[in-house]
């Protein structure tokens, strides 16, 4: 059974850091491409950021570019994103979400809680 | 950038057959997929790759597509059924979404 499960989502400062962390099961981690979407409580959904199989090649919403990191260690089946310079904007429910497959299908976390106060 | 359009809000009796579109440009290049959603829960993805469903989803939910609208059915709604839904769909650089609808069962 696929399961992506998110953790670190906490209540920070304006202008604080956060590192968050999504544990992946279930499937081959190594040769997926991952992403992580964010929706604030009772909106819509915005992507932030993918990165590639073997982690060399990302990308950002232009929102959180130059602010949020995104990694990954295919040895401890892990998907990161490190947020630094927070602003209250950034408040949202965080999703980790294996890239969709024709295939084998779409596979979503349960979101972790990032709360900016200002 | 790419968008998606649905409709804010859909509502239907128990056991009617409720409809929910989702147009865009990229659907005409890249597979449609949705989510359910209920308040305070994760998303549960019911039709991947256009009408795909995912294993133990409920036969009653079902997905087309043509040209460029992607289209949720689901067939005798029950009210279990009540929920937001998001369209979204692959494109080559990220994950694009639709603003969700709001099915009433009632």
């Known amino acids: 059974e696929v399961q992506l499960v998110e953790s670190g989502g906490a209540l920070v400062q304006s202008g604080g850091s956060l590192r968050l962390s999504c544990a992946a099961s279930?499937?081959?981690?190594?040769?997926?491409?991952m992403h992580w979407v964010r929706q604030v409580p009772g909106k819509g959904l915005v992507w932030v950021a993918h990165?590639?199989?073997?982690?060399?090649?990302?990308d950002y919403a232009d929102s959180v570019k130059g602010r949020f990191t995104i990694s990954r260690d295919n040895a401890k089946n892990t998907l990161y994103l490190q947020l630094t310079s927070l602003r209250a904007e950034d408040t949202a429910l965080y999703y980790c979400?294996?890239?969709?497959?024709?295939?084998?299908?779409?596979?979503w976390g349960q979101g972790t809680l990032v709360t900016v106060s200002s | 950038s790419y968008e998606l359009t649905q409709p804010s809000s859909v509502s239907v009796s128990p056991g009617q057959t409720a409809r929910i579109t989702c147009s865009g440009d990229?659907?005409?290049?890249?597979?449609g997929r949705w989510f359910q959603q209920k308040p305070g829960q994760a998303p549960v993805v019911v039709i991947y790759?256009?009408?795909e469903r995912p294993s133990g989803i409920p036969g009653r939910f079902s997905g087309s597509s043509s040209g460029t609208t992607v289209t949720l059915t689901i067939s005798g709604a029950q009210v279990e059924d009540e929920a937001d839904y998001y369209c979204?769909?692959?494109?080559?650089?990220?994950?694009?979404f639709g603003g969700g609808t709001k099915l009433t069962v009632l």
């Open positions: 990165i590639n199989d073997d982690g060399s090649v990302t």
């Open positions: 279930g499937f081959s981690f190594s040769v997926f491409w």
């Open positions: 990229i659907l005409s290049r890249k597979h």
């Open positions: 790759r256009d009408s």
């Open positions: 979204y769909s692959a494109t080559d650089k990220n994950l694009v």
């Open positions: 979400v294996r890239d969709p497959d024709d295939y084998s299908g779409d596979f």
